[in-house]
């Protein structure tokens, strides 16, 4: 959700990952690195007609046991086809926006431990405070991220400085 009201400007999709997690709600431990994985061949698909296609195979598979997910699948559809507009360099650095996930929950939970602040340059100072401790943890870089960036700037040239 971060991350699509982050690009809400570019389009409007519900990133995977959020109907992911949703779909694997309604499946047992047991079962869940199966079903993960059948999912995960419809998002990783390269273009729509084949994440179509893979979501079909998934539906005869498992509508049996979790009619739910291939028909959350199906309503939020519109919301996911954006995601295979993008060139894969893209998308794979799209995946690795926990990050961004991971760095929203943080500032909330540092600003949720406080009830009030006098003004609002409190809030900034406490979050820049945040920041600055939470950047310390940051060891890992994005992967494949020259070529994403690369990709951007073709994509996306005029948001993206190339100076």
Known sequence: MAFSAVTAHLCGEKIKWVIVRYSLNYVGWKQRKEVAADLKLIYSAATEAEA????????????EKFPTIAKSWRANWARVIPFFAYPPEI??????????????????KVTKARSSFPNDDAVLKLLYLALRNIAKKWTMPIREWKAALNRFVIVYENRMPVD
């Not at 179509?52 to 509508?63: H, I, M, N, V």
């Not at 998308?91 to 909330?108: D, F, G, Q």
């Open 52 to 63: 179509e296609a893979r979501l079909t195979e998934f539906a005869a598979k498992w509508d």
């Open 91 to 108: 998308r794979k650095v799209i995946y690795t926006t926990n990050a961004v996930e991971s760095l929203n929950m943080s500032l909330r």
